[in-house]
């Protein structure tokens, strides 16, 4: 607000705040919330399935209340894994992955699909949380086993492959 007497000719109006575009990336078909609980008017394209359990997902409803509960701050944009592009991430301010990943692409078998969606994550540019490292460093775990080993932090006993996967020499490293 001006808080001083304004000059003449200038607005003493607040400027509209500008708000933040969210997207949310959303595909799982588990986790549902109980019956009766999710937002009231449920956009029918995030309906799972008829059947009562499983119906509305959490993620969506996640995003539906985050946007209810500050419309003046939020504008949500809720992205269903098959929407996933380069072009519609870039058009948030950030975008956080409730649950849509590669490894969630890959299930589709759509090369290219899984390719976008790698794209997406591995490209700053996507404004993509987590971030592409921090992602592929959980994903990894030989990765993060190392690192947590070299900071001195107890590991269990763990046999790393980095140069593929041999089933005999994997049984002779268990005995």
């Not at 304004?6 to 607040?14: H, I, L, T």
């Not at 993620?59 to 209810?68: S, Y």
């Not at 592929?136 to 990765?143: E, G, T, Y």
Request: with cysteine; aromatic share 10%.
């Amino acid at each position: 607000r001006v808080t001083k007497v304004a000059a003449k000719g200038v607005s003493k109006k607040q400027a509209p705040v500008k708000k933040l575009r969210v997207g949310i990336l959303v595909g799982k078909d588990f986790d549902p919330v109980k019956k009766d609980t999710q937002w009231p008017d449920f956009p029918k394209k995030f309906i799972l399935t008829q059947d009562d359990w499983g119906k509305y997902s959490v993620d969506v409803c996640t995003a539906l209340r985050m946007q209810q509960l500050h419309p003046d701050l939020l504008d949500i944009d809720i992205i269903p894994g098959k929407e996933i592009t380069q072009k519609r991430l870039k058009k948030n301010h950030v975008n956080l992955n409730f649950w849509y990943d590669a490894g969630v692409a890959m299930l589709s078998g759509d090369k290219k699909h899984i390719n976008e969606v790698m794209r997406c994550h591995q490209n700053p540019e996507c404004r993509l949380d987590p971030s592409w490292d921090y992602y592929d460093w959980v994903l990894c775990k030989p990765r993060y086993m190392e690192q947590c080993k070299k900071a001195g932090i107890p590991t269990i006993p763990t046999v790393v492959y980095k140069h593929g996967f041999d089933p005999k020499q994997c049984v002779k490293d268990a005995q």
